[in-house]
């Protein structure tokens, strides 16, 4: 993840992705002007964007917390995430 100011940019948790037989990162960044939370592999040393997830309109109070937790479920490719205010998302692979 790219960002000019680092202090924003944080690791939520890695995965192992097993029907890509590779690690998954989670981070995420709290840049009040857009926060975001992405999905990256590792590919030849290098972190590769895999998926950016995104909040829907109704999502502004998830928005503004800071996730700090996630979980995969390897047999439906679908992500959890926890955030600060205690909101717990799911995050489908067809969504991703």
Same mark, same amino acid.
């Given at each position: 993840?790219?960002?000019?100011?680092?202090?924003?940019?944080?690791?939520?948790?890695?995965?192992?992705?097993?029907?890509?037989? @590779?690690?998954?990162?989670?981070?995420?960044?709290?840049?009040?002007?857009?926060?975001?939370?992405?999905?990256?592999?590792?590919?030849?040393?290098?972190?590769?964007?895999?998926?950016?997830?995104?909040? &829907? @309109?109704?999502?502004?109070?998830?928005?503004?917390?800071?996730?700090?937790?996630?979980?995969? &479920?390897?047999?439906?490719?679908?992500?959890?995430?926890?955030?600060?205010?205690? &909101?717990?998302?799911?995050?489908?692979?067809?969504?991703?």
């Amino acid at each position: 993840m790219r960002r000019k100011t680092t202090e924003w940019i944080y690791l939520i948790g890695t995965h192992f992705k097993t029907d890509l037989q @590779q690690l998954i990162l989670m981070s995420g960044s709290s840049c009040p002007d857009n926060p975001c939370l992405r999905i990256s592999t590792i590919k030849k040393n290098k972190l590769k964007s895999f998926a950016d997830l995104k909040f &829907d @309109q109704a999502g502004n109070r998830r928005k503004s917390a800071i996730v700090r937790s996630s979980c995969y &479920d390897s047999l439906s490719n679908a992500i959890y995430t926890g955030n600060e205010n205690g &909101d717990v998302a799911l995050w489908m692979a067809s969504n991703l």
